[in-house]
């Protein structure tokens, strides 16, 4: 018999009842055999008496080996009350016609006081109680010698059964309690587990523990990351599936020597090479776990170790980029700054000392001019750059492209002219309005004009902006130097310069395509380019228009 699902006791009553329900009638048979004076049977003859008993005895054995092995009673509460009814049933039968009321074995009835309990409560315990003394009472009725002592045997039996069953209810009751209590912190534990692995698999970072010999106890579902291993690593040695290096090639051998940390122990320049082109770099923290015993026990014990793995590939290469960026910086700021105060201070130098002619002062001016300029230029495209990387002004705007096409024209036509050059503008008539950014189209267009003139000798820059079903490119095209196959695949690069010696004699900062690429990244493109050594260039990219 199955304990209840709303609140049954947690203890294995169930087999003690139905392995009782399977013996208890071998027992009553063997006495009603060798007592021949039980129950109302005396008044059979031995024939019928042994019929009877044969017939509740295996009644009862059948009920008792259907709820040992029985699925569908064991999982039905409907089929398991009609099983105890029908055993309280049997029972009644066997205290009538076998077992005299005045006899030890009635309080054998207490064994289905406790499954009546666990299935129906303090009801069908109360009821299972009613049964038996109405079973005694009939017992008693059935008697043909009614005699005062077999009256008070009655009320004995019916006390003693009252005694226990108040017994067995309170401590059934106690142990209900009991178990609903620890059910209650059972699944409060449990709620708290759940709550900390939940927390524990969304933490971006890998978390492992480990034991004293580095075997993998707990991990979560970041750390499987790093791990070099297919399926569950539980049980796996961390340090052979584990495999770092620092930043010089050499093996971190700490998770294969773990007798040698006593404190916590902190890496940001470990590596996992899973293959050439697949480095990870990580930031591994090793503390380790310790246990409090008694003093007599030996105080504190290391009972294990927490690891804990960052990726920090990314941060490391941005830390990289920018230690590169700023030293380049610095360098390319002092050339010019340099060059100007050089020949600036010269030229002071002739006034003060009254040598100085005024064809070469002029030089020397226009040479820190120029100078001045291109420092400008570096500072403004740099200003573009932190603002692009901030995502200052990268709010969307309708854009009137014809408008916007004019006022480019308009701004670089003198700039152009005055190298000999002519810009010429080439627009679709039914030009519709775009979406985006106004800050970085009209940055990305006056960069590649810029360029177009700065790298032109001869001949025309086009400015076209063209538009197709649902797409406008805009390209600037020029018929200067060109760019080659080598240059173009680095033409984007930060402060990248081509060798070209016509690119060295033009003075630049190497940032304007870095940044204009950025730019288009911004605004959700690319920048294209079709060039030809001697043959110009031709930088291109599309925008959807507005719906």
Request: with cysteine.
């Amino acid at each position: 018999m199955a304990t209840k699902d709303n609140g049954s006791l947690n203890i294995d009553f169930e087999k003690v009842i139905n392995y009782s329900s399977l013996f208890l009638p071998f027992i009553f048979i063997i006495y009603g055999l060798t007592n021949h004076n039980g129950g109302i049977t005396k008044l059979l003859d031995s024939q019928t008496k042994i019929e009877i008993m044969l017939i509740l005895g295996f009644s009862w054995i059948v009920t008792g080996l259907a709820c040992i092995f029985s699925d569908k009673i064991k999982n039905s509460k409907r089929i398991k009350s009609l099983s105890i009814i029908f055993s309280h049933l049997i029972a009644t039968c066997f205290f009538i016609f076998i077992v005299p009321f005045d006899s030890p074995l009635t309080l054998a009835w207490i064994l289905l006081l406790v499954p009546a309990y666990l299935l129906g409560g303090t009801i069908a315990m109360s009821f299972s109680v009613l049964l038996y003394i109405l079973t005694i009472t009939a017992s008693v009725l059935l008697d043909s010698v009614k005699s005062p002592e077999t009256v008070s045997s009655a009320g004995v039996s019916i006390l003693s059964m009252g005694i226990s069953s108040m017994i067995i209810g309170i401590i059934l009751s106690r142990l209900e309690k009991d178990r609903k209590d620890a059910k209650k912190s059972k699944d409060f534990i449990k709620e708290q587990d759940e709550i900390i692995a939940d927390l524990i698999n969304n933490l971006s970072e890998g978390l492992i523990s480990i034991d004293t010999r580095g075997r993998i106890k707990i991990y979560n579902a970041a750390s499987l990351n790093f791990l070099n291993i297919n399926g569950d690593p539980t049980g796996k040695k961390l340090g052979s599936i584990l495999q770092l290096k620092d930043s010089n090639d050499n093996e971190i051998t700490l998770l294969k020597d773990l007798k040698q940390i006593t404190k916590v122990i902190h890496h940001d320049d470990a590596q996992i090479d899973f293959s050439d082109n697949d480095i990870i770099r990580i930031d591994i923290t090793i503390s380790p776990i310790w246990k409090t015993y008694s003093i007599r026990q030996g105080g504190e014990k290391i009972a294990g170790y927490s690891v804990i793995l960052r990726d920090i590939t990314k941060t490391k290469s941005l830390e990289e980029e920018k230690d590169e960026f700023i030293s380049v910086v610095s360098h390319e700021l002092r050339t010019p700054i340099t060059i100007a105060e050089g020949t600036l201070s010269n030229g002071l130098l002739m006034v003060e000392k009254g040598i100085a002619n005024q064809e070469k002062l002029v030089s020397n001016i226009k040479t820190a001019h120029s100078q001045i300029n291109d420092l400008s230029r570096m500072i403004n495209d740099l200003s573009t750059l932190s603002r692009a990387q901030r995502g200052v002004g990268q709010e969307n705007e309708d854009i009137d492209l014809k408008q916007l096409a004019e006022k480019l024209y308009h701004e670089y036509t003198p700039q152009a002219e005055t190298k000999g050059l002519r810009l010429i503008l080439d627009t679709s008539h039914n030009l519709k309005s775009i979406s985006t950014s106004r800050l970085y189209l009209e940055e990305l267009l006056q960069n590649l004009i810029t360029n177009a003139i700065k790298y032109t000798e001869k001949g025309d820059i086009t400015l076209s902006i063209k538009q197709k079903d649902d797409l406008v490119t805009f390209s600037v095209k020029d018929t200067g130097i060109g760019i080659s196959r080598s240059d173009q695949k680095k033409i984007f690069q930060k402060f990248y310069r081509s060798e070209d010696y016509r690119t060295r004699e033009t003075s630049g900062t190497g940032l304007g395509l870095y940044v204009s690429a950025k730019l288009s990244e911004k605004m959700n493109t690319k920048i294209e380019l079709v060039s030809r050594l001697n043959h110009g260039s031709t930088f291109y990219f599309s925008l959807p228009i507005s719906e």
